[in-house]
């Protein structure tokens, strides 16, 4: 049913999109596209000829000379949300330094911050160039991570009570083997709030994928050596309903990583981002391949931003752009990051006195030119979990 329920959605689209782009406010236009394009279940039995008939108007309708097309297209960019600016929050962070270890077994912070080492892995030593901004040319070698990404596991979450605790240590142990074996994240937050090294931090892990982000400085593609991979054994849940499938521990514990993290490298909040933030597909140039914490990533308790309001980097860089199952998967939140995208992109197209498609094509064309630059870094530049 999934085929016909994709072409009843396209037969509506130049509708939807007309509605939207009739509604001022950002955050409600992209409330009701998210809504108007989640198609109702089809009852199910569906008269034949209803569905030939239904079929038959929506192929019709793909050959109408001047249609705007039905294929499966990036949701319509709504119009300027003025209001919209960046808000970064004061970045001091205070140091936070080891006062107590054991070699192979555990350190302990002065920020309350424990990480349990045994079993460490190493991988692949860190090293990465600078892209710099706006000239995008290559700079400098670096061996230091630059940022955080935040995941979650996706993998099976046991019930959190005292009845079910045998099974969440044992779950718990069985992801922490196959993470190490796989060489995946720098540290696991399990269900009780330990923090586990799984990969060194002076090598990289496989955690990132293809993926790009940017701060004001600098741009990075394939950010397995630039940042650092913190994942919560955790699923991910769509939308905007808060997650249940992440303890107060685990929160706790990433918040006092994080400060460390960020006192040890000197890390800004702006490269403190998830996973579905940077995550892109090169293949049909789209974000969201990977859509772990597209929503509800509790940056706040973390001591950070809400970094989900950030301009999207592959969007405003490189021309990437977005479908409907990406906004499906995200929330309130994060869609001002891509209206003010959407806005920013529209801005640097009028300046350069193009329009947005023409403009997002030299953007498309400035990464395809990147990724042949890179080096050639084996396995660990692209590893995604
Ligand atoms: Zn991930």
Redesign the pocket.
Same mark, same amino acid.
């Given at each position: 049913m999934e085929h016909v329920r994709r072409w009843l959605l396209r037969l509506r689209e130049p509708w939807i999109n007309w509605r939207a782009r009739r509604l001022a406010d950002p955050v409600r236009r992209l409330r009701y596209l998210r809504r108007a394009t989640v198609f109702p279940p089809l009852p199910n039995r569906v008269p034949k000829l209803l569905l030939v008939l239904t079929c038959t108007a929506a192929g019709a309708a793909l050959f109408i000379p001047g249609h705007p097309g039905l294929l499966l297209r990036e949701v319509a960019p709504p119009p300027p949300p003025a209001q919209l600016v960046v808000q970064q929050a004061a970045s001091h962070q205070s140091d936070v330094w080891l006062v107590d270890s054991r070699e192979g077994q555990y350190e302990i912070y002065s920020n309350g911050l424990r990480l349990e080492t045994a079993g460490t892995v190493a991988y692949l030593p860190r090293a990465w160039r600078r892209i710099m901004r706006p000239s995008l040319a290559q700079s400098e070698l670096r061996a230091d991570p630059i940022g955080i990404i935040y995941?979650?596991t996706e993998s099976h979450i046991a019930p959190f009570d005292p009845d079910h605790t045998a099974r969440l240590k044992r779950v718990g142990q069985w992801l922490i083997d196959y993470l190490r074996k796989e060489r995946s994240y720098h540290y696991l937050i399990d269900r009780f709030g330990r923090v586990h090294r799984i990969v060194r931090e002076s090598d990289a892990a496989g &955690?990132a994928g293809r993926s790009v982000w940017a701060d004001d400085s600098s741009v990075y593609i394939n950010l397995n050596h630039e940042f650092l991979g913190v994942?919560f054994e955790s699923a991910t849940q769509s939308g905007d309903q808060p997650s249940d499938s992440v303890t107060s521990a685990q929160i706790r514990s990433a918040r006092a990583l994080t400060e460390m993290l960020r006192a040890r490298y000197r890390i800004s909040t702006v490269n403190c981002v998830t996973?579905a933030q940077v995550s892109v597909n090169p293949l049909n140039h789209r974000i969201g391949n &990977?859509t772990?914490w597209a929503s509800n990533f509790p940056f706040l308790e973390l001591g950070l931003p809400d970094n989900y309001e950030l301009p999207v980097a592959a969007l405003e860089i490189f021309g990437f752009g977005y479908d409907q199952d990406f906004v499906t998967a995200t929330g309130g939140r994060l869609w001002k990051g891509l209206l003010l995208t959407e806005e920013r992109v529209r801005q640097a197209a009028s300046a350069e006195g193009v329009s947005v498609m023409p403009y997002r094509a030299r953007l498309k064309e400035k990464y395809r030119k990147q990724l042949a630059e890179l080096p050639a870094s084996g396995e660990s530049k692209e590893k995604?979990?």
């Open positions: 995941h979650t &955690h994942a996973h &990977h772990d995604a979990i």
